[in-house]
């Protein structure tokens, strides 16, 4: 009888990816609520010839070490994939598999939702109808917000997610500009489609209502939002990041909040997740705080699930060209 590979899930996700693996190899997986912590992750991987993971388990030289020779892929339930070491992993001919754009509409549809949220305050008028402040019935002057229309978003990133905010903000009648690290002379035809602007980042910066971070974290993007841009921002204008945390310099972006010199931020990731309670942002009003939800719809989490699971499949079939893998 051949011995059927084995695959680590470190963390429950959505049951069709678990059954998908489960009918083909021996599943080890984590059933706590809870990532794995370290000296779990080290006791579960040895011997494995695959691992599928998520954003907060650090796969390293040493996790690649331990695990031994039988790895072939690691498989992360994720887009992003920036807690694998990708060198470690190429030196050892160990493929990573990722979901790709899966996400895209997905995240941009919360990126939009945050506009709204932003603007028109609605998750404070919530709170406020729920804390019994509301006492006079309809009033002139409560809660008054921020229009979306004809407003200027600006997009620090015009990658897929960037385009996908974009495209709602059209039919909201926003005046679209965006701002990225290589921009090709080829994007000004394909951007007509979105009547979206370049714009160098100052410049984006001091005219927008909105900016939306939508780039991914790089040497180039960390810290790109601190202090200084934070002051080039309109005093009226809101800042949301649905990307990565470590985008926004938080403590600088937490003075800049004290001090008015934007209206507002909405933040679905941190430098820190989770966010730790002594964030100042936890008791800030002028901030919406999401636990990293940008993905988290019942049919991309599924899709994910799915992808994550193909991936592994097909490496370990060999057909790795019908898998979605990082580029060595
Ligand atoms: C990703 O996939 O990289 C997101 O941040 C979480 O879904």
């Known amino acids: 009888m051949i011995d059927r590979p084995t695959v680590l899930i470190t963390r429950k996700i959505p049951i069709n990816g678990i059954e998908i693996l ?20 080290i006791k579960d991987v040895k011997g494995i010839d695959a691992i599928l993971c998520v954003l907060q388990d650090k796969i390293d ?3 690649m070490d331990i695990a031994g020779p039988n790895l072939k892929i690691i498989s992360t339930f994720s887009t992003g ?33 945050l506009i ?37 978003l600006g997009l620090i990133g015009f990658g897929k997610i960037g385009k996908a ?15 990225k690290r290589n921009k090709q002379i080829t994007d000004l035809d394909k951007n007509i489609k979105y009547k979206a602007k370049y714009c160098k980042l100052k410049e984006l910066l001091s005219i927008s209502d909105y900016i939306v971070i939508a780039c991914s974290l ?3 993007s960390y810290h ?12 009226t204008a809101f800042l949301i990041n649905i990307s990565r945390g470590k985008i926004i310099k938080e403590m600088d972006l937490v003075f800049a909040l004290r001090n008015k010199h934007l209206a507002g931020a909405a933040l679905d990731v941190f430098e820190q997740e989770p966010i730790p309670k002594s964030n100042p942002l936890i008791r800030m009003k002028n901030v919406i705080l999401l636990p990293h939800i940008g993905s988290s719809s ?27 893998l990082v580029q060595k």
Not at 28 to 35: A, E, S
Not at 165 to 179: D, L, S
Not at 224 to 235: F, R, S
């Open 165 to 179: 905010v974009a495209k709602r903000a059209m039919g909201f009648g926003m005046e679209i500009i965006y701002y």
């Open 224 to 235: 790109l939002i601190d202090m200084e841009n934070l002051k080039t921002m309109k005093k």
């Open 116 to 152: 709204l949220c932003l603007g028109r305050r609605i998750v404070e008028a919530d709170r406020f109808v729920r804390e019994s402040k509301w006492k006079n019935g309809w009033c002139p002057d409560l809660m008054l917000g921020t229009d979306i229309h004809n407003k200027i």
């Open 298 to 324: 019942y049919s991309t989490r599924s899709r994910m699930a799915e992808i994550a699971a193909a991936n592994i499949i097909n490496v370990l079939e060999g057909n790795d060209k019908k898998a979605l």
């Open 22 to 41: 489960r009918s083909k190899y021996n599943v080890i997986i984590n059933n706590k609520d809870r990532p794995l912590n370290r000296k779990e992750l």
């Open 61 to 63: 030289k040493e996790i």
């Open 81 to 113: 994939y920036e807690h694998i070491d990708i060198e470690s992993a190429n030196i050892k001919g160990i493929r990573i598999g990722h979901t790709g754009n899966i996400l895209t509409e997905t995240t941009a549809d919360l990126a939009f939702g």
């Open 218 to 220: 790089n040497d180039d």
